[in-house]
């Protein structure tokens, strides 16, 4: 039920930076646990980073630890997921998803109901 835009995705060598933003269209996050998901060709996909949005606490897949940053705008109703030092195996499409069923976050992403439309990110060696 609520609309999520993405955007900032985009080729990158090695060692470099990307911001991705993605804006929740009409609504708010305030009951809402959002998340950053990404899938590369070939393989399920996973869970990256995200943010219990009225407690402000985080959670990070190993993968990204002391990497990537998730964080929250809440006048603008937008996360951002910051992604440092990227590395050819960070290479998949991106989304953003948001939940709002469930009590405790969930890394799954099959407890999330609204996702956006995916960007990718191509890490080059």
């Known amino acids: 039920q609520v609309q999520l835009v993405e955007s900032g995705g985009g080729l990158v060598q090695a060692g470099g930076s990307l911001r991705l933003s993605c804006a929740a269209s009409g609504r708010t996050f305030s009951s809402y646990h959002m998340a950053w998901f990404r899938q590369a060709p070939g393989k399920e996909r996973e869970f990256v980073s995200g943010?219990?949005?009225?407690?402000?606490?985080?959670y990070d897949a190993d993968s990204v630890k002391g990497r990537y940053t998730i964080s929250r705008d809440n006048a603008k109703n937008t996360v951002y997921l910051q992604m440092n030092s990227l590395e050819p195996e960070d290479t998949a499409v991106y989304y953003c998803?948001?939940?709002?069923?469930?009590?405790?976050?969930?890394?799954?992403?099959?407890?999330?109901?609204?996702w956006g439309q995916g960007t990718q990110v191509t890490v080059s060696s």
């Open positions: 943010i219990s949005w009225r407690s402000g606490r985080t």
């Open positions: 998803a948001a939940d709002r069923t469930h009590i405790s976050f969930s890394t799954s992403y099959r407890d999330y109901d609204s």
